[in-house]
Each structure stands twice: as structure tokens, then as C-alpha cells.
């Protein structure tokens, strides 16, 4: 009777069919710790040491290692904005309420820098990657330049980014759906809780990288205004689905180009709403 390793992830990464191995999809066979021998009951496929010789399958090859920046890795729980301090906390408080503001604090570990809010990008095994720091005015817009916690502790390090949420895939199964910036992430996590919203970071976030990291789940692309079309490259290499509506809002004159999904709901909802959601 075959045997399989108890530690499916340890054993194999990756299933040899190319998709990652965190779900415990692919059995390796017994004895063949990282080499492409077992069974995949995500594709169906029963890989042994014949189909290997054959070559009908490439052998397992184990992915890149991760390069943190020690500053961001230690920095995360140091900085946490337990008290609401930074601008765009507080932005949150007046917006949807104390207690909706703590919610979003929580969920996506903000932090906060002489006022300013870090959006750390945490990933899967949560480690922080990078933390952006961003001020806000009181009305929620951006005020100034982005910076990196790595860069104001003069840390030369090269940054391997992920989604900003990304540590919330596996802690349940809801779809995700992805925007470009992390302050919407972090209002439609309150308007509309039927998604994990993850944000790519930039118009141009949607790298290989972090496409590949999720292709195995149910993930909507929410664009901003004006950036349908290449979003919709990123939709149709991954087959995730997208949305229209931001074009369809754009038209309308509803929000101009370049907003959001998160600035539809800020400017056709009064205050009183909001902070009921």
C-alpha cells in the first residue's frame, strides 16, 4: 500500500503540476521528501518516479528563498497603533466610528510613525515585507510622498513586496478581491465584508510574484477609474474575474478618473450611513 509524508508543505512546496502546496493538495510519496513523487487531488494526477524519467513532469524545484528586511520583521508589533494615533486612525474614527476603526487596526496590523500610518505588507507565514508610511489629511486624503520603514531606519534592502492583507488568505474562505491602494482595502473591509480585500499597492502592483500567490482562489480585480484595460491583462493570464464598476461610475460622472471604489462610497453615502456599516 503507498505511503505518503504526514507534513504535505514540508514534504513539497509546490505540486510538480506548478500550484502551491500550502493546502496540503499534493501527498508526496513516502521517502521522496522534495522530489516530484506522489499524488495531487488538486489535479487529479498520480506522479511517480517512471513519469519523472519519462519526463512528463519537471522535477521539483524549490522556490526562492525570502529576503526580509530585519527592520520591517521586528518593526511590525513595536509599532502597532494600539491607541489610534496616526492620521488616517483617526480619519477612520470620524468616518465609521470607534469601534469600526479598531476593527480595521486589528485586521490589517496597522502602525503608526509621529502620526503617520504604516501599512505593513505581512505575508503568509506573517512576517512583514515592507511597511509604507503615509500621512493623511483630515479629510482622508493623502498628504506627501509615500516612504518605506526600511528606508527611514537606513536599511539598504531590497524589497520583496506582497499584497497588503496578504496574511488574511488562509484564515477563512471568503474571495478575495483586490484594489490598488491600502486605505480602500482597509473601508471596504467595512462596507462590504462578503470579500477579503487585499490591496496590489499601485496602479502597476499586480506583479507575476503576486498573481501567482493567489491564483488557486476566488479573486475579483476592482480597479480604479481609468485603469480597466490593464487590469484586465492581469484577469485574463490568471482567469480571475473583474469589475466594471468603477468605469461604469467614471461615466456617469459619478467619480472622476483615477478614484476609487472606496471614494464611490465616501462621496454617495452620508456620514450618519457610514458609520452605521
Request: glycine fraction near 8%.
Amino acid at each position: 500500500m503507498r505511503k505518503f509524508e504526514t507534513n504535505r508543505y514540508k514534504a513539497n512546496a509546490v505540486c510538480p503540476c506548478g500550484k502551491c502546496n500550502r493546502d496540503g493538495k499534493f501527498a508526496t510519496e513516502k521517502g521522496c521528501t522534495g522530489q516530484a513523487v506522489g499524488y495531487c487531488h488538486s489535479c487529479g494526477k498520480n506522479f511517480t518516479n517512471k513519469t519523472i524519467t519519462q519526463g512528463y513532469i519537471k522535477p521539483y524545484k524549490a522556490p526562492e528563498p525570502i529576503i526580509y528586511c530585519k527592520s520591517c520583521t521586528e518593526a511590525v508589533n513595536d509599532n502597532y497603533d494600539a491607541d489610534l494615533k496616526s492620521e488616517f486612525a483617526q480619519f477612520l474614527v470620524r468616518t465609521f466610528g470607534k469601534d469600526n476603526a479598531i476593527k480595521v487596526v486589528e485586521k490589517y496590523h496597522l502602525g503608526e510613525y509621529y502620526g503617520k500610518v504604516i501599512f505593513w505588507q505581512i505575508d503568509s507565514y506573517n512576517k512583514g515585507r515592507a511597511g509604507k508610511i503615509l500621512a493623511y489629511n483630515d479629510d482622508g486624503k493623502r498628504g506627501g510622498y509615500a516612504n518605506w520603514w526600511h528606508s527611514v531606519n537606513k536599511e539598504d534592502c531590497k524589497l520583496q513586496q506582497c499584497f497588503f492583507g496578504q496574511h488574511l488568505i488562509d484564515e477563512s474562505d471568503k474571495p478575495i478581491a483586490i484594489v490598488e491602494g491600502a486605505k480602500t482595502a482597509c473601508i471596504m473591509h467595512l462596507i462590504n465584508p462578503y470579500f477579503m480585500w487585499l490591496s496590489a499597492e499601485g496602479a502597476d502592483g499586480l506583479s507575476s510574484n503576486k498573481c501567482e500567490s493567489i491564483k488557486r482562489f476566488d479573486v475579483t480585480l476592482f480597479p480604479d477609474a481609468g485603469w480597466y484595460d490593464k487590469w484586465n491583462e492581469k484577469a485574463q493570464e490568471y482567469d480571475f474575474k473583474i469589475s466594471r464598476e468603477c468605469e461604469k461610475w467614471m461615466g456617469e460622472k459619478i467619480i472622476k478618473h483615477g478614484d476609487d471604489i472606496a471614494d464611490y462610497y465616501l462621496n454617495s453615502y452620508s456620514p450618519e450611513i457610514l458609520s452605521t456599516v
